[in-house]
């Protein structure tokens, strides 16, 4: 199988070696068959030197044994999943260097043959943030205790450690909760002194939604309950613990409150909190580009393999029919054209939601005239249109435009294949624009099968696929690109639909010409 499909150079290309992550596919020995060049770069290896090798080259020796034995329970009941929930992934490079790993699992069937594909993620940068942000919270926690424990030690100690500590206070009551004593490097951060605070009551100087609670706790402090509790100021945060001082009789006369400010902490904890967050959103989107790859690659991959043993067989006959032969050879020839076209569709979505979501893509607009740019569109897209549609094209207004040129460009092409792929043979598609001063608007109308009125809410979400069009090869992901699109435009997508009868979807640009006016009031 994967030998003829290596010869199928464009496909393989665009699928593995454009792929930003390790893409890696084995048999069911746990034998390599097919790597990308992301994997190669991410274990060190050359092209082709880890084909042939168990899947167990990429691991550290000791988990060698026991991958064995997790493979042939995975090939038992093979399924989607994350591999190593709640454990730690090491994976191994050639120079015998470890580092951490995520791994998301699928497979596939073909010929009557089962394949597992596994994308790998190097998960090292993450690795080092949670354990920095392990070091500072270990670091705090340590400062706290060691303060803390120096004040309960001796009290003649308090402002040498106070003076010390470390972004806070460290502050005595009595049983008014005034303060008897109260140092620390916040004070002179406000501009405080000790005594500017001594004999004044602290209950005050919290926010005044903190100072119910604030009382209440700091009083169960004199019947021996130390308290912990978290205040949020002016966007800045203050861990405040508070613990009983017991006189020569043994009863709590005073209490020690500790006040630390952790904004540092809580930020750092908030930022680590997005990044993760984000990356289970970018690797949920992986795992399901896995499970949607599986899935629609199957088909076109069936038969790019099946034309191509025809077209094989005809071309060694190709003296008996000469004719035949080319009519067979032509009509197989365009399946597999077609066939890379759909895998190419689905590659571009991916690789151009991937760069959305990282914020890697930039606007560059240039000038150029709507009018040649839609007549170039046009004879670009028209091979790939269904047997006998045409595209009618309208303009009104100025044609000198001011904009992202390829942006635009995709987002029309996705209408224009959309209109296609959903509306009959020998039908027309309708493409207009219309640009009056600065706000450019460009409609692509059908008349195909419309979209199911409960399905319309959900339109832009990224994988959604109408009811209607299951039967019809698409990944769900062309009209969250767009929509994505055109928000970095500056513009807005609607569309209208009606089931059975076609959809107009529009593209508003409010500000298509913002720069260089003078040049382009000529039309």
């Known amino acids: 199988m994967f030998s003829k499909e290596a010869n199928l150079s464009p496909v393989y290309k665009i699928l593995f070696e454009t792929a930003a992550e390790s893409l890696i596919v084995t048999d069911q020995e746990g034998n390599i068959v097919l790597v990308n060049a992301m994997t190669n770069k991410m274990f060190g290896y ?14 550290p020796r000791e988990y060698g044994k026991a991958h064995v034995k997790h493979r042939e329970a995975y090939n038992h009941s093979p399924k989607q999943r994350s591999m190593g929930i709640g454990m730690d ?4 490079r050639k120079d015998n260097s470890k580092f951490p790993v995520e791994v998301s699992l699928n497979y596939f069937k ?4 089962t394949f597992v594909m596994g994308l790998v993620t190097d998960i090292t940068e993450r690795y080092k943030a949670e354990e920095q942000i392990r070091k500072i919270n270990e670091d705090l926690e340590k400062q706290v205790e060691e303060r803390t424990r120096e004040l309960e030690e001796s009290r003649r100690l308090y402002e040498m450690v106070a003076r010390n500590f470390p972004d806070g206070t460290i502050n005595v009551l009595d049983k008014e909760l005034k303060y008897v004593f109260a140092e620390g490097s916040e004070l002179i951060k406000y501009g405080l002194t000790s005594k500017d605070l001594v004999g004044n009551y602290f209950i005050p100087r919290l926010p005044e939604e903190a100072q119910k609670e604030g009382q209440e706790k700091l009083e169960g402090v004199f019947n021996g309950i130390n308290c912990t509790f978290e205040i949020d100021h002016r966007n800045n945060f203050y861990l405040i613990s508070a613990v009983g001082l017991h006189n020569t009789d043994g009863d709590i006369d005073q209490i020690m409150v500790v006040i630390q400010n952790i904004t540092v902490k809580k930020k750092a904890e908030e930022d680590m909190k997005n990044t993760m967050e984000k990356e289970r959103q970018l690797n949920e989107l992986k795992s399901r580009f896995v499970s949607m790859a599986s ?6 991959l069936s038969t790019i393999l099946s034309s191509s043993s025809l077209v094989e067989k005809y071309l060694a006959k190709a003296d008996d029919d000469p004719e035949t032969i080319k009519e067979n050879t032509g009509r197989h020839l365009k399946r597999i054209k077609s066939s890379v076209g759909n895998l190419t569709s689905i590659l571009n979505d991916f690789l151009s939601l991937d760069k959305l979501e990282q914020d890697k893509v930039e606007i560059k607009p240039v000038q150029f005239d709507i009018v040649k740019f839609a007549e170039e569109l046009i004879e670009e897209i028209q ?10 094209y309208t303009h009104i207004g100025k044609t000198g435009l001011y904009i992202d040129r390829q942006m635009l460009k995709n987002i029309l092409y996705n209408f224009i294949s959309n209109a296609s792929k959903y509306s009959p ?14 706000e450019l608007t460009i409609s692509v109308t059908d008349h195909g099968i419309g979209i199911p009125e409960q399905d319309q809410q959900h339109l832009f979400e ?13 990944t769900g992901l062309g009209l969250n690109i767009v929509k994505r699109y055109s928000e970095l435009l500056n513009g807005e997508v609607t569309f209208k639909s009606k089931e059975g009868k076609g959809t107009t979807f529009n593209l508003i640009i409010k500000k298509a010409s913002v720069k260089e006016p003078e040049l382009l009031t000529a039309n």
């Open 46 to 59: 050359e092209d082709k030197e880890l084909i042939g090798h168990k899947l167990e080259i990429l691991l």
């Open 89 to 92: 992934l090491w994976a191994k």
């Open 462 to 474: 990224r994988f959604f696929r109408a009811k209607n069009v299951t039967n019809i090869q698409g």
């Open 383 to 392: 091979p790939t249109l269904k047997k006998d549609q045409k595209v009618s």
């Open 295 to 300: 899935h629609e690659f199957r088909t076109p």
């Open 110 to 113: 073909t010929e009557g043959k």
């Open 425 to 438: 043979e020998d039908s027309v598609i309708e493409f207009s624009s219309k640009f009056d001063k600065v």
